[in-house]
């Protein structure tokens, strides 16, 4: 159950192959402190998922919540990655058996079995008008 | 189209009429509600809807003056929120409790303990998280202590407080007045890492730990100094591990018994679910040497199942230890149905002395006593060759619960023992070094069904058929613990 998703209206416009450019704003929710920076991933590809973004972006983080704009991306699928780097090492830190240890998340609030979640769970659809999505951080 | 989603069609189809069909049916909590009047032996299970509680105890008898200190207990607590009911004892929130004597006065306080998962659900208004034997996805879970609900064991170690579960790290509580501190970290890269609710402190002050990561077949190793800081931190590779609840330190090892559970977990099984019992397969004892968390030998006993061990020695090549230990795991599956108000017969659990020969990679197990649970020794017996086992006892019944206490003498096999009768629910007992530096005082909660009240009880560790020494009964109930220490003043 995606309780938590709200995602990019529905595309009227069946522009066939007409990749235009559009905004996608995301909202990150669940922040516990202002520790550090939220950062985003945007793939569009399952191939690259959590390796190599098309996109990423940073914002301040605040508790409770926080928003970011990704500007001028193609129409198309997106699979997102958000994670709060508290301590500002640039890095998503983990324990040693690999257990996410600052807080995270993914589009659809996607969650894997003992593991990330697929490309095709957090896959989400930007219309060529634009949209949104919201990702709360676990 | 199920059921659930078809409600939603409903309400989204939005008319008003169609609101009381959404009214929310639990079969867990309804069984329970149904079952209660005729069952005042479940009611401690309902849970406690308060967020604190604490009274002053009425003594019965009197108290050994000397006997002074706090007996820290934890167990599950909350069970229903929102109109939902857990489906397992186990799921429960912790909720700690520290009995204080002192003067000749015994005071209980209790209190759940603050994790993220207990906020943010308190928070909801209902259940969000999975828990040990009930599947709830309405968050997504971030680590192991998303899920870790404390609520296992109290264990007072070099002047910090931590309340225990398996599955995730160690919850911090202030020793006076049990507010939560937050989650304990031992070291950045250790975080939200399992943390078992059954350490052992050896009488150097060493606490001993492990934890299992389940589906990587895992198992930690920790040790944490008398100081209260990590000592050392291993993992080891063991194939097929499923649930290990307990463990022993010996003078060289540290000594696990694993069960024939075949696992497989898959995105909507529960713990419990993805643990299916295999006779087939043998019981596994897994000797890992203490110094420096290597795999000493894994030898193989008949297909058996333990929650708790008591306490284990090494000499030369040989270990010897004790367990409670069953044909198969219905005592665990009982204790989700007594969730729905149902008790069922399960396989009698005894306490065994279980002897591993390490040379010749063979184990042998005799007999000390039928129908036990909650082993303990004394502190300073742990890891060392010992005289005496406590344990709780019950008869072979369907009834939930144990009924009654004894002392077991490890060699001759002599048992002393005390029977507070069918009508009340007989917690952990735990031994208490006396001042005089000789014997022990055995000390523990019980439920009384007829009155609903929780009585502490002391007895000499001695004479435990002489019946308790004093009592102090509370004016109220308090939920049902699981675990807990005396820490003395």
């Known amino acids: 159950m995606n309780l938590f998703v709200n995602l990019l209206a529905g595309a009227l416009l069946a522009g066939a192959g007409m990749a235009q450019a559009a905004d996608m704003t995301v909202g990150i929710e669940g922040l516990k402190n202002a520790n550090g920076q939220v950062l985003v991933a945007v793939f569009d590809r399952a191939a690259d998922f959590l390796k190599q973004p098309v996109r990423v972006a940073a914002v301040t983080a605040q508790q409770g919540k926080v928003r970011v704009s990704i500007a001028g991306l193609p129409a198309g699928d997106y699979a997102l ?31 894997g079995s003992f593991g990330p979640p697929s490309f095709l769970d957090a896959v989400v659809h930007l219309a060529d008008t634009g949209g949104s999505a919201t990702i709360t951080l676990r | 189209m199920d059921r659930r989603n078809f409600l939603q069609g409903v309400a989204a189809g939005a008319t008003l009429t169609a609101l009381p069909i959404l009214a929310r049916a639990d079969e867990t909590k309804d069984a329970y509600r149904a079952h209660l009047p005729g069952t005042p032996r479940l009611a401690p299970l309902a849970g406690c809807a308060s967020e604190r509680l604490g009274g002053v105890a009425a003594l019965e008898g009197r108290w050994p ?62 259940f969000l998280y999975p828990a040990f034997d009930t599947r709830i996805a309405r968050r997504p879970v971030g680590n192991n202590d998303s899920v870790n609900p404390a609520n296992t064991n109290l264990v007072p170690h070099g002047g910090k407080l931590y309340a225990l579960w398996e599955g995730g790290s160690a919850t911090e509580l202030d020793p006076d007045g049990l507010a939560t501190r937050g989650i304990k970290r031992w070291r950045d890269d250790l975080a939200a890492m399992p943390f078992s609710a059954h350490p052992k402190i050896t009488p150097d002050g060493t606490l001993w730990n492990f934890g299992i990561v389940h589906g990587a077949n895992k198992l930690l190793l920790w040790r944490i100094d008398a100081d209260g800081s990590l000592g050392k931190f291993g993992m080891l590779d063991v194939p097929q591990l499923p649930i290990v609840h307990d463990f022993v330190v010996t003078a060289r090892y540290m000594v696990f018994l694993v069960p024939p559970w075949d696992v497989r977990m898959t995105r909507d099984s529960t713990i ?116 005496e086992l406590f344990v709780t006892t019950r008869p072979d019944t369907a009834q ?86 005396f820490l003395r003043t």
């Not at chain 2, 009768?421 to 909660?445: F, M, N, Q, T, Y």
């Open chain 1, 81 to 111: 990655s958000v994670f709060q780097d508290e301590n500002g090492n640039g890095k998503l830190d983990k324990n040693v058996i690999g257990m996410p240890v600052e807080p995270y998340g993914f589009s659809n609030d996607a969650a």
């Open chain 2, 65 to 126: 003056a000397e006997l002074r200190g706090t007996f820290y207990r934890n167990g599950p607590a909350r069970f229903e929120l929102g109109g939902e009911r857990y489906r397992h004892w186990f799921d429960g929130d912790g909720m700690a409790h520290a009995w204080h004597i002192d003067g000749g006065t015994v005071r209980h306080e209790a209190r759940f303990v603050r994790t993220q998962k207990y906020e943010q659900e308190t928070a909801a208004g209902r």
């Open chain 2, 272 to 387: 419990l679910g993805a643990h299916t019992w295999n006779g087939a397969r043998p019981l596994r004892v897994v000797v890992v040497d203490r110094t420096d968390f290597t795999l000493r030998r894994i030898v193989e006993m008949p297909a058996g199942m333990t929650l708790h061990l008591g306490n284990g020695w090494d000499e030369g090549d040989v270990i010897r230890l004790d367990a409670c230990l069953a044909a198969d795991d219905s005592a665990l599956r009982a204790l989700g149905n007594v969730m729905r108000g149902e008790q069922t017969q399960a396989a009698v659990m005894r306490s065994v002395l279980v002897t591993i020969d390490l040379a010749r990679g063979v184990a042998r197990s005799e007999s000390l006593l039928d129908g036990t649970e909650f082993p303990r020794v004394a502190p300073a017996d742990v890891g060392q060759r010992y005289r």
């Open chain 2, 400 to 485: 939930f619960g144990m009924t009654g206490i004894a002392r077991i003498e490890v060699e001759s096999g002599k048992v002393d023992r005390f029977d507070y009768g069918a009508d009340w629910i007989v917690e952990e007992h735990v031994p208490v070094p006396k001042a005089s530096g000789r014997g022990v005082w055995l000390v523990g909660a019980a439920y009384d069904v007829r009155q609903r009240q929780t009585v502490l009880a002391v007895f000499d560790g001695a004479r435990l058929a002489h019946g308790p020494v004093a009592r102090a009964r509370l004016a109220y109930a308090a939920p049902l613990c699981f675990h807990g220490n």
